[in-house]
Each structure stands twice: as C-alpha cells, then as structure tokens.
C-alpha cells in the first residue's frame, strides 16, 4: 500500500489576519488558501499544527501573545484539503481548558481528526489511527510548554506535553492499537533559530529508537534542516522544524 501525505507546519491567526479576513456577514479566510489548495487536496491525509484556539467571540478575538480566532478559520482549512490536524502547542491553554473543550468541539463538528490536547483522560489516551485500505498510521503530538499557562489542576490530561517516558508508552500504545507506522509532531525548539538545538536532537533520536518513524517538528517559524539518519536508529526521518505555513 501507499500512503500519500502532505504536511504543513504552523497555521496561525494573528490579528492582521482575522481583520483582512472580516465580511460584512463574519470571516472568510478561504482566499488565504486558495493558491494553495491544490497542493493539499490531492492527499490522502493532509496534517498541519493549529497555532490557535477557536474558543468563540465571547472569549475575544485576538492574535499574539494569546491567540484565538474565528471559527471559519476552520472552513478554510476544511475547504483546502485539511483533514488532520495536531494542536498540541504553547498556544493551546490561551483560552484556558475551555478554549481546549470549544476547539475541539468545533474540529469534531467538522470532521477533523486531531490530537494533542483533551477534554478528559479517555480521549487523551485513546490512539489517533489513519487508515487507508490496509494501512495504518499512527499520529501523536506534543509540546514543550504553554507560555507559562498552568495546565489546570486535576486535568493534566488536556495538553500533551514533551515526555520521553509518556511518549515512549504512547508510542507502544498507537502500535497496540494496530499502527503500523508511528509519526510524532513535536512543538520545540527555539525560535527562528535555523538550526535544531542539542535538545531536539536528543528527543527525535529517543523517538527514532522507541519505535516513531517520522517526526516532524514546529514552533522556530522557520525551516530546519531534514535529517534521515539518527545516531542510534538508521530508519528514522525527522524534519527538526516545518516553518511557518499561515503567519
């Protein structure tokens, strides 16, 4: 079997963005992905990082340093060829464990498949599996942090957090559920820094011999360089940082 991906780095909505993408009946950001939209139809999974919350208008709308925006943000992705998306990232807390419960709600209302944050301890641990005809992948992702947000007492549950041991055992957990493949989207590093620190390194090489065979990284907003190869697992294939794709 083939498989056939297209995978994006950072979909964020600053303020400017949500502003140009105002109608007189709400938001279209469709024309932001228009020109785009026939490099990610075509695949069978298409998979970005959502950099945002879409927690709803009563919760304001705003951009950097605590994102939230517009639900149609959604539709336009939807409408590009998205159908996977990761968000677990230091944006994920902006609106609090309700804004962690409201977007969800709305991917799921869409049909996204998605992973990275949690509404309780059941979806936290239940595996993300793509299946295409007898193929299975499975799809994890975590962060280094949440901008100095608490993750909320009792619901350590909702955002996945970088580590080794927990993604080692979520690792181990995607095969049970029948992954034949394990890829692992990783939120760290340091920003527009071009180059992947001596801790990224570390982490995609312990991801390699515990099993993921893809890992690829965001959060540095711009490109870091392939590597093929790790140190201790020949098979592994790493992208350090996938850039920015909306900003």
């Given at each position: 079997d083939t498989v056939s991906l297209a995978?994006?780095?950072d979909l964020m909505c600053h303020a400017q963005q949500f502003k140009l993408a105002k109608t007189d009946?709400?938001?279209?950001?469709n024309p932001t992905f228009a020109p785009v939209k026939k490099y990610l139809a075509d695949a069978d999974f298409t998979l970005g990082n959502l950099e945002t919350v879409t927690a709803g208008p009563a919760l304001n709308f705003t951009g950097f340093p605590m994102f939230n925006t517009p639900v149609q943000y959604l539709d336009a992705l939807k409408n590009a060829g998205f159908n996977v998306l990761t968000n677990s990232n230091n944006h994920s807390l902006?609106?609090?464990f309700l804004g962690i419960e409201?977007?969800?709600?709305?991917?799921d209302q869409r049909g996204f498949l998605h992973t990275g944050t949690a509404r309780s301890s059941t979806e936290r641990n239940t595996p993300l599996i793509l299946k295409k005809n007898n193929t299975k992948l499975g799809v994890l992702a975590y962060t280094y942090g949440t901008n100095g947000i608490?993750?909320?007492a009792g619901k350590g549950f909702c955002v996945n957090v970088i580590d080794t041991m927990q993604i080692?055992?979520?690792i181990e957990n995607s095969k049970k559920a029948g992954a034949d493949v394990v890829m692992v989207f990783v939120h760290w590093g340091n920003e527009y820094q071009r180059y992947p620190?001596?801790?990224q390194k570390m982490v995609a090489n312990y991801i390699h011999k515990n099993g993921g065979l893809l890992v690829f990284g965001s959060h540095p907003h711009v490109l870091q360089p392939t590597?093929?190869?790790s140190p201790d697992y020949k098979d592994g294939f790493t992208i350090y940082s996938m850039g920015n794709f909306v900003s």
């Open positions: 995978i994006v780095g009946s709400g938001y279209d950001f902006d609106r609090g409201r977007t969800i709600a709305e991917l608490p993750i909320p080692k055992k979520d620190s001596d801790s590597n093929v190869k």
